[in-house]
Structure formats: structure tokens, C-alpha cells
């Protein structure tokens, strides 16, 4: 079989479950790694080797969950255009075919592994031997989406042989859409990374106590409740690492006037384990929504793989199944 991963991100963002799975599957099956072209990330309508046994390729598509809104507004009114929708489809097949073309792949072995279901034009015209649907995040958490990217979730759905979901609450919406084949595959580490030794200090991490935050820094965090951590432990600094959102760098000015505050930007993912390991405590200080509701949260093993307690917000029921790794604060004093 030759393996088309059908991905929601670029292979160079935040290095997270797409692609731990990519990677472990191209030990099995050449992968191919289909992902939307996008402002933010290097595009490429040629393949691309990113690894062994691991091929990418760009494709366009409507950039509904674009960063700045005035795309995203830009985006739908396109969208919403039947005439647009099938002229991008056919751009993504015809670039599609003179890549399986090229790569000698027969398209009678295809399987695809579906996560952008927003790519479901092709597993239509591919006929496909089978088809996985890893459903990672409530899609329709981030922003509001047309109505015909619904029926597209919906055809993903039916369309799919098997379905995985990162959390029970996804296995409810799932099944709320009549899919009866959902098994719950959460997230993991890679554990040999996050737990090694400590090592030295990074040179950008400021003495003393740690409080620290690794992943998006996105409007679903609770920015009034760090500034009250920062305020409540002066003799700490808290720490925030990771790509910080256009619609949040106010709130991180404003941060970033407390004098035991420090964001440090984004970090490639193998440096992470190194700033982790010398935290004196994690926190998930996400905001109770839609999306962080269905959250089963990577960075809580990556914490707890590297031995860094974690304190969390009571984001989604579904953290009671991981009470053992970690304390669930229900206000902000009992977080503090």
C-alpha cells in the first residue's frame, strides 16, 4: 500500500500528532504528506522529501482558519462560490495525479489517512482501498465555518472504513453524526526525548523557579489568569514558550510589563524537552470552550514524561481520566 496522509497543517508548524504518526507509518508504507498551502509556511507544488520514506506536497486550498481574520473573511466569500470550490478541486486532483505520476505510486494502492477533511474531494475521486479518518480536534471550535464545509465533515464520516478520535468527547460528536466505528486513540510522547537527562540551562530561561507553558499561544488560553499566577508567585518566573497568535500580542505586551514574566517565542521541538526539564511546575491554563473542551492535550505527556508536575484548568471532563498526572484547579485561587 502507498499511504496518502491528508494533514490540517504544514509539516514545518508545531510538531505535534500528525506528525509523530506520519513518521511511524512511513516505517511500514511510503507517505505521502498532503498538506493546504498556506501564507505562513514553505509551499511546494512539487514533492518534496521530508524524511525516510516520507514525501510532502502543498495543495491549495481555502484558508478558512487563517490567522489574520481579513483571509479568513476573504476566504469564506470564496468558499461560499460553488464555481471557486470545484476550479480549487480540480487544481488539487491535477497536481495530485502528476504527483503519484511521478512517484511511480499506482493509484489502485492507495489507502489515505484522513485529518483535513476539507481534502474529502479527493478520497471522492480517488476511490481509495481504505479509508481512516483521525479526527484530532473539534474542527468547528476554532472559527465559524461555512455550511458546506459541515457537509464535507459529514461525507469524511460516511466515507470513512474506521475512525479514531484523540478524546471521548470527539467520540460523542462523532457518534452524534451516526458514525459507529469510533475507538478512542489519545495522544502520547515520544518518551525517550522528554525523558533524558536535564542538561544544561537554555541561555534565554531566567534564573530561579520555573512556572512554565510550552505549546500555542492562542486566544484559548486564560491571559487573566497568568497574570494573577505571575502576581500571586513573585519569587517565580513564569515562562510561556511557543508561536504566539496575531489576536494575542496584546495581551502578551501587557504580560510582558510584569517583571517575572518572560514569552520566548516559538523553539524547534527537539530544544523543547531541554527548557521543560528545568521547570519547577506546567501549567494548561486553557480557557473552558468548545475546542478545549474535546482537547486531549500533548503537552500534558510531554510534561509528565519529563517528570514536571502540571496544573490545569478544568477545561473538559474528560481530564478526569488523567487526575492522576495532574491537579484540576476549578478557580483561579484553587489554580494559584
Given at each position: 500500500m502507498e499511504l496518502l496522509f491528508l494533514s490540517d497543517i504544514s509539516w514545518n508548524a508545531l510538531y505535534q500528532r500528525p506528525h509523530h504518526l506520519a513518521t511511524r507509518l512511513a516505517r511500514r508504507w511510503p507517505v505521502l504528506w498532503i498538506e493546504p498551502a498556506t501564507l505562513h509556511a514553505r509551499v511546494s507544488f512539487d514533492p518534496v522529501s521530508i524524511g525516510e520514506n516520507l514525501t510532502s506536497l502543498s495543495l491549495p486550498s481555502f484558508p478558512h482558519n487563517a490567522r489574520l481574520k481579513p483571509i479568513r473573511t476573504l476566504s469564506r466569500a470564496m468558499g461560499m462560490s460553488a464555481a471557486a470550490r470545484r476550479l480549487v478541486e480540480r487544481a488539487q486532483i491535477r497536481l495530485l495525479h502528476r504527483t503519484l505520476e511521478n512517484l511511480k505510486i499506482d493509484p489502485d494502492r492507495l489507502g489515505i489517512l484522513v485529518e483535513n477533511f476539507q481534502f474529502i474531494g479527493l478520497v471522492r475521486r480517488l476511490s481509495p482501498r481504505v479509508v481512516l479518518f483521525d479526527y484530532i480536534d473539534d474542527a468547528f471550535g476554532f472559527t465559524h465555518l461555512p455550511a458546506y464545509v459541515h457537509e464535507?465533515?459529514?461525507?469524511?464520516?460516511?466515507?470513512?472504513?474506521?475512525?479514531?478520535?484523540?478524546?471521548?468527547?470527539?467520540?460523542?460528536?462523532?457518534?452524534?453524526?451516526?458514525?459507529?466505528?469510533?475507538?478512542?486513540?489519545?495522544?502520547?510522547?515520544?518518551?525517550?526525548?522528554?525523558?533524558?537527562?536535564?542538561?544544561?540551562?537554555?541561555?534565554?530561561?531566567?534564573?530561579?523557579?520555573?512556572?512554565?507553558?510550552?505549546?500555542?499561544?492562542?486566544?484559548?488560553?486564560?491571559?487573566?489568569?497568568?497574570?494573577?499566577?505571575?502576581?500571586?508567585?513573585?519569587?517565580?518566573?513564569?515562562?510561556?514558550?511557543?508561536?504566539?497568535?496575531?489576536?494575542?500580542?496584546?495581551?502578551?505586551?501587557?504580560?510582558?510589563?510584569?517583571?517575572?514574566?518572560?514569552?520566548?517565542?516559538?523553539?524547534?521541538?527537539?530544544?523543547?524537552?531541554?527548557?521543560?526539564?528545568?521547570?519547577?511546575?506546567?501549567?494548561?491554563?486553557?480557557?473552558?470552550?468548545?475546542?478545549?473542551?474535546?482537547?486531549?492535550?500533548?503537552?500534558?505527556?510531554?510534561?509528565?514524561?519529563?517528570?514536571?508536575?502540571t496544573v490545569a484548568t478544568d477545561f473538559s471532563e474528560d481530564l478526569e481520566s488523567l487526575r492522576g498526572l495532574l491537579g484540576i484547579a476549578r478557580s483561579h485561587e484553587e489554580f494559584i
Open positions: 464535507e465533515w459529514r461525507e469524511t464520516i460516511h466515507r470513512a472504513d474506521c475512525i479514531t478520535a484523540t478524546s471521548p468527547t470527539l467520540k460523542r460528536q462523532l457518534e452524534a453524526e451516526g458514525a459507529t466505528n469510533v475507538q478512542v486513540v489519545s495522544n502520547g510522547v515520544d518518551y525517550e526525548l522528554f525523558a533524558g537527562a536535564a542538561g544544561s540551562r537554555p541561555d534565554d530561561l531566567p534564573p530561579g523557579p520555573i512556572v512554565g507553558y510550552i505549546g500555542s499561544v492562542y486566544p484559548w488560553l486564560d491571559y487573566e489568569l497568568i497574570e494573577q499566577v505571575a502576581r500571586a508567585l513573585p519569587e517565580a518566573h513564569v515562562v510561556m514558550v511557543g508561536h504566539a497568535h496575531p489576536e494575542v500580542r496584546g495581551k502578551l505586551d501587557a504580560l510582558s510589563r510584569l517583571p517575572n514574566f518572560r514569552f520566548l517565542g516559538s523553539k524547534p521541538y527537539r530544544e523543547v524537552p531541554g527548557y521543560l526539564r528545568h521547570f519547577s511546575a506546567a501549567i494548561i491554563p486553557f480557557r473552558k470552550t468548545p475546542l478545549t473542551a474535546a482537547v486531549n492535550p500533548v503537552k500534558l505527556y510531554e510534561q509528565s514524561a519529563a517528570g514536571v508536575p
